[in-house]
């Protein structure tokens, strides 16, 4: 099975940036569609931002345009870089990947990075 593994995060004041960053190990007949998600204490998993199918990030509404979501093939990595952060922004941000080899979807989540943001 594919394997996701995440770094960066950290404790910033309002205001500041974070970079977090995910690399996946799988298959190389298998396709692997991005995104990541974050969960806050006492509330549901959301999501943050994906990937479309024409290669270019979609977000949530609520990052109004301060995360951006970018991916080295290369290296198998996709990052998230977090600006203006806010208090609201606290949480766990968890990268996932959609795997497809052949007819066979799967899913895989990395395991989970803190962002906490002070006021």
């Known amino acids: 099975q594919a394997q996701v593994k995440q770094s960066g995060g950290g404790s910033v004041q309002a205001g500041g940036s974070l970079t977090l960053s995910c690399v996946v190990s799988?298959?190389?007949?298998?396709?692997?569609?991005m995104s990541w998600h974050r969960q806050a204490p006492g509330k549901d998993r959301e999501f943050v931002s994906r990937?479309?199918?024409?290669?270019?990030?979609t977000y949530a509404d609520f990052v109004k345009g301060r995360f951006t979501f970018s991916r080295d093939n290369a290296k198998n990595t996709v990052s998230l870089q977090l600006n203006s952060l806010e208090p609201e922004d606290t949480a766990m941000y968890y990268c996932?990947?959609?795997?497809?080899?052949?007819?066979?979807?799967?899913?895989?989540w990395g395991q989970g990075t803190q962002v906490t943001v002070s006021s």
């Open positions: 996932k990947t959609d795997e497809r080899c052949g007819s066979f979807d799967d899913w895989y």
């Open positions: 990937f479309g199918d024409d290669g270019t990030p």
């Open positions: 799988g298959y190389s007949h298998c396709t692997y569609r």
